[in-house]
């Protein structure tokens, strides 16, 4: 297991923005084109989220703001969010695994609430 602290999203919502051809490109250009690194994307039919380092959260949302026409209804921002990741061997094949690794980080997270 690893992780990540060094995480905030920005999460762009709108009805089907997920799909609708070209949304993706002009919103992670615009990020990337004020210098800064998108760490990873997640998109769905509502929303596509973005995974950027906490301290480049602000200027990424100000950066889409400007957008126009805007491809988005709302913008928000999640900053108490960490990264997790699970690798080894039987992970998938072995039952069990992934509950107790979930499990273990579920258990950790209730410490600190």
Same mark, same amino acid.
């Given at each position: 297991?690893?992780?990540?602290? *060094?995480?905030?999203?920005?999460? #762009?919502?709108? &009805?089907?923005?997920?799909?609708? &051809?070209?949304?993706?490109?002009? #919103?992670?250009? %615009? +990020?990337?084109?004020?210098?800064?690194? +998108? /760490?990873?994307?997640?998109?769905? =039919?509502?929303?596509?989220?973005?995974?950027?380092?906490? /301290? *480049?959260? *602000?200027?990424?949302?100000?950066?889409?703001?400007?957008?126009? &026409?805007? &491809?988005?209804?709302?913008?928000?921002? #999640? =900053? *108490?969010?960490?990264? #997790?990741? +699970?690798?080894? /061997?039987?992970?998938?094949?072995? /039952?069990? +695994?992934?509950?107790?690794?979930? %499990?273990?980080?579920?258990?950790?997270?209730?410490?600190?609430?």
């Amino acid at each position: 297991m690893a992780h990540d602290t *060094d995480i905030a999203i920005l999460k #762009v919502h709108a &009805p089907g923005v997920g799909a609708r &051809p070209g949304v993706l490109a002009r #919103v992670s250009s %615009t +990020i990337t084109g004020t210098g800064l690194n +998108i /760490k990873s994307v997640v998109t769905s =039919q509502t929303c596509i989220s973005f995974l950027l380092a906490r /301290k *480049d959260l *602000d200027k990424a949302n100000q950066a889409v703001q400007l957008l126009s &026409p805007k &491809p988005y209804r709302r913008l928000e921002k #999640v =900053q *108490d969010v960490a990264l #997790v990741g +699970i690798v080894g /061997k039987g992970l998938l094949r072995r /039952k069990g +695994i992934a509950a107790r690794c979930f %499990t273990a980080v579920a258990s950790e997270m209730s410490m600190w609430k």
